[in-house]
């Protein structure tokens, strides 16, 4: 669905929220390299050290370990960045647009059932990692949309949604 069809069921458009899957691509890429240096300097340490009792098996053991999550962490965000590749949420005056993969789903404002945030408590590293702060939106039908730390202004999204549904002050277009 193309964003005028959108805004013709909707009404005007009011602004758009980008999530940002190159970031997000950039960060599965350094978590696959910690995986792999972890694993490559993990392997020849845990076999050099068969044998021994000395610290060579806790250090194999910790190598081993970040490699592990290093790969666990990659793998997943990888998999989040393609599902969630050219994500977008349009707001509208009468609902949001919900684009993904090159699908758009129509959601008027009576659609939503309950939208909850968490996070947000200032810590900026784990903002930069996408797992601050969050934002889910339920639907009447029991789908759930997750929102992340890599949309652009999550906390404002999350503020709009919840006054449109909870309060019913909707937004206001900009125009056409």
Known sequence: MRRTEAAEQLGRFVREHRTDGARRLRQAGIWLMVGAVGTA????????????TDGAPGLAGLLLGVGLVGWGLGIWRLVQAFRTREQCFDIHERGFTHRVAGTATVIPWQDVAQVSTSGGDGRPLADARGMGSTCEIRLHSGRRIRV?????????????????????????????
Do not use: K, N, Y
């Not at 300097?41 to 021994?52: L, N």
């Not at 992340?148 to 056409?176: K, N, S, Y």
């Open 41 to 52: 300097f993990g392997m020849p340490v845990a076999i050099a050290s068969v044998g021994t």
């Open 148 to 176: 992340d730390a890599f949309t652009e202004d999550l906390r404002d999204l999350a503020a709009v949604v919840h006054r449109a549904v909870h309060l019913g002050q909707f937004p206001q277009g900009r125009g056409r």
